[in-house]
């Protein structure tokens, strides 16, 4: 069986200043994300060996955190980038093209985007994720949220934000409202919109 494993980040654990500190990524990546890519491969390595339906089932809440907690995070890296506004990036800069048409289709403009997703992410209690993502049936962008680990199922992921404490407390402590405005600073609206469009041709849910 193949082992899961850290993928590097896309940039310098800097590059996301001053919007998302070093230290914070260092610790989310090295750390955090480490710790779900360690504990997917035991329990799948348990998964293979185990020899009846009953210890099939008691592995299956650490797959579910785990691989969602690996491919969560997977995603995340590559949605973010150093801010253009900082001169380090692409990060915040949505242009002209389907992604924006789409944007302002479903919610008006860019920053009604923002409000919305922020409002709804804010509101989830306890650890969870933020979604703009694709439903399938209609082909519109709508936005949504997972718990804990959870990955998103139900829609195409376009934009996935991390609201566990461990992704902004160091820098924002508990005004989760001030995380959620900082990051569309370094939101890497090229890569969301490569998967807009792979999800709409229906490629990949
Ligand atoms: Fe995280």
Redesign the pocket.
């Given at each position: 069986m193949s082992q899961h494993t850290l993928p590097d980040l896309p940039y310098a654990y800097d590059a996301l200043e001053p919007y998302i500190s070093r230290q914070i990524m260092e610790l989310?990546h090295k750390k955090?994300?480490q710790t779900y890519v360690t504990a997917l491969n035991a329990a799948e390595a348990n998964y293979a060996k185990a020899s009846s339906p009953k210890e099939r089932i008691a592995l299956q809440a650490a797959l579910r955190f785990n691989g969602g907690?690996h491919i969560?995070?997977s995603l995340?890296w590559k949605n973010l980038a150093g801010s253009a506004a900082e001169g380090k990036g692409n990060g915040g800069q949505l242009k002209p093209g389907p992604l924006k048409d789409a944007i302002d289709e479903a919610f008006g403009s860019l920053d009604n985007l923002k409000k919305g997703f922020n409002a709804s992410t804010a509101a989830i209690q306890g650890s969870g994720w933020g979604w703009l993502g694709l439903n399938p049936q209609t082909k519109r962008l709508e936005i949504t949220t997972t718990a804990n680990?959870d990955p998103l199922l139900t829609h195409a992921p376009i934009i996935g934000v991390?609201i566990?404490e461990?992704?902004f407390y160091l820098q924002y402590l508990n005004v989760k409202v001030d995380y959620l405005n900082a990051i569309w600073n370094v939101i890497n609206f090229d890569e969301a919109e490569t998967r807009y469009k792979e999800a709409i041709s229906g490629s990949k849910l």
């Open positions: 989310h955090h994300h907690g969560n995070h995340f680990q991390d566990w461990h992704a």
